[in-house]
Nanobody, 115 residues
């Protein structure tokens, strides 16, 4: 069983910063990441990171967000900077069992960026 628990969301003004954290328990898979879902929109990739530290970012967050991972503590974090109102969404921690094509999700944390 996999459990993901996010923390760190909140309200911030445009241009500000926030840091999201996710603690994973149970089986740990190679890829962990963050997705987000804004009202009325589909859930979208924000960033992923492998156990080896290979990262992937959505074009919309490149240069502003940084994903990191602690393989000893089983945590993945997302440092978000230069936040924009368009970043407002519920952010979800994710990990994948790629062999079974199975996703695991946290409960989500709200990020609101005020203009």
């Amino acid at each position: 069983q996999v459990r993901l628990v996010e923390s760190g969301g909140g309200l911030v003004h445009a241009g500000g910063s926030l840091r999201l954290s996710c603690v994973a328990s149970g089986r740990i898979f190679n890829v962990m990441g963050w997705y987000r879902q804004a009202p009325g929109k589909l859930r979208e990739l924000v960033a992923t990171i492998t156990i080896g530290g290979i990262t992937n970012y959505a074009d919309s967050v490149k240069g502003r967000f940084t994903i990191s991972r602690d393989n000893v503590k089983n945590t993945v974090s997302l440092q978000m900077g230069s936040l924009e109102p368009a970043d407002t969404a519920v952010y979800f921690c994710n990990t994948k069992n790629t062999l079974l094509n199975l996703d695991y999700w946290g409960q989500g944390t709200q990020v609101t960026v005020a203009s």
